[in-house]
């Protein structure tokens, strides 16, 4: 597999923490497609720094830049967490609800309780 070069490390990053910042917009405005299509984007430039950036020395000025990105990466992961998940927890009491009557349906028949 060939290295990839510095700059092309830090175009990643950038990739990244643009499609990052455009899911916290998504997720601001429950637009859940968008958000989902924004990841399914983001999950093939984080998997490529994964396999590749151990192989990259960044020079120092690049080190800060990169040290700048993943702090906004990270800090747009919180805030879309912050969004979506009271709103998977809602998802998740829905979902045992419907299990729950879903088993009470059977176990008496739908109407009966």
Known sequence: MVALAPNEIMQLYSGIARLMSAMVEAANTRNWETLRDLENQCRPLTHTLMAREPDVELPEELKRDK???????LADDAAIRAVT???????????????QQQKLNKAYGPGLH
């Open 85 to 99: 998940q009271p709103w998977m927890d809602e998802l998740q009491q829905l979902i045992g609800r419907a299990n």
């Open 67 to 73: 040290l700048l990105l993943l702090k906004q990466i």
